[in-house]
């Protein structure tokens, strides 16, 4: 039973990945294993456009914001190309839009930096627009124009180096850039200061690592925080390598680092993927009134946490439960539960 149980675990912590668009000027050439890890080219403007098209229609206008506020410079690119039509419209809304205008308002900061206009505060009002503009590449371009000898200001946020980098690896994440992602989370690590972020970049490239297929160095990587003093990227550590070792069917050891991510106080950023994923280690090992229970507990906290790609997934893994149970309308209810959510929050997933 646990066998055939395990084929429907889905470990929600490593597989709410938005499909989305990867465009990358020049992708860094990253070794993990030994092996040179390239990430694949970014898609032509028309196969973009026909992709975005795509998820509109199976995911409704809101799609193409989500996936605009992703990747604003490919919607840009895209609004030129298609000014007409219903995507067009969209992408006009896009950037009409406090998310459109921010990234629009950074490019022109940007653009005064690379020209040395204002030299100092110039480069720093760049990275601060760049930190909320969905832009990656261009966030680590305006951290590289800062003026040689110029110093960080004063009681800043963000408070160096080190925590924009962070940003950086954050943002190739949400974007499917894993090499890129991995490239600025060791970047972060070496010119962190605090050990919280020292931490918080260690996760990254744990994350990283896993979404570049070597898990092995990912569990390598999250072992050195579950130990840590920094709360929270200890906590999400144990919940990454739960759901790993939930992937590859090590069901006992998942199960107790989930449960040591989720010790009270378990309010805590990504509880709720860290539950759904103990509810489903808990049901593949036939533990199926407590499983239940900690699958009601964990939809509650996706919902508080606003996480609904998690929640998608997680009501996905319910329908396949009931499916093994043979209950198909209880699993047919939670499919069309999670076709709504897909439709109402514009989510670029497929089930």
């Known amino acids: 039973m646990k066998a055939a149980l395990a084929l429907v675990l889905v470990a929600v912590v490593s597989s709410c990945t938005a499909v989305a668009p990867k465009p990358r000027p020049e992708a860094p ?8 890890v390239s990430a694949p080219d970014a898609p032509s403007d028309g196969a973009l456009l026909a992709e975005w098209l795509r998820w509109r ?48 308002l950074f490019q022109e900061a940007l653009r005064r930096a690379r020209a040395g206009a204002g030299a100092n505060g110039t480069w720093w009002r760049a990275v601060e627009l760049g930190c909320t503009s969905g832009d990656p590449f261009g966030l680590t371009e305006a951290l590289e124009l800062r003026p040689a000898g110029s110093p960080w200001p004063a009681g800043a946020t963000p408070a160096d180096e080190a925590a924009v980098l962070v940003r950086v690896a954050e943002l190739h994440l ?44 990912a569990l390598a990587r999250a072992a050195e925080l579950e130990n840590s003093g920094s709360e929270v ?65 964990a939809k509650v906290t996706l919902a508080k946490e606003s996480d609904s790609a998690a929640l998608v997934r997680l009501l996905s893994s319910e329908a ?26 514009g989510l670029p997933i497929s089930l």
């Open 29 to 36: 050439e990253v070794r993990v294993d030994g092996a040179v």
């Open 233 to 297: 990227p200890r906590r999400k550590a144990l919940a990454l390598s739960g759901a790993v070792h939930a992937q590859g069917g090590e069901l006992e050891l998942a199960e107790s680092m989930l449960r040591r991510s989720l010790e009270e106080p378990a309010a805590w950023p990504g509880a709720g993927r860290a539950r759904a994923d103990l509810a489903l280690v808990l049901l593949a090992r036939g533990r199926t009134e407590e499983g239940a229970s900690q699958l009601e507990r």
């Open 174 to 217: 949400l974007r499917s850039e894993s090499a890129e992602a991995l490239v600025a989370a060791r970047r972060a690590q070496a010119a962190a200061e605090s050990g919280l972020t020292r931490n918080t970049a260690v996760l990254l490239e744990a994350q990283a690592l896993l979404a570049l297929g070597s898990r092995a160095a």
């Open 57 to 104: 229609e199976r995911s409704g206008p809101r799609a193409v914001e989500r996936l605009a506020a992703l990747h604003p410079e490919r919607a840009l690119a895209l609004r030129n190309a298609s000014s007409e039509g219903p995507l067009g419209s969209d992408l006009g809304a896009f950037f009409a839009s406090e998310a459109g205008r921010g990234w629009i």
């Open 320 to 345: 396949a439960w009931h499916y093994h149970l043979g209950a198909h309308d209880r699993a047919e209810e939670r499919l069309a539960e999670a076709r709504a959510l897909i439709r109402r929050e």
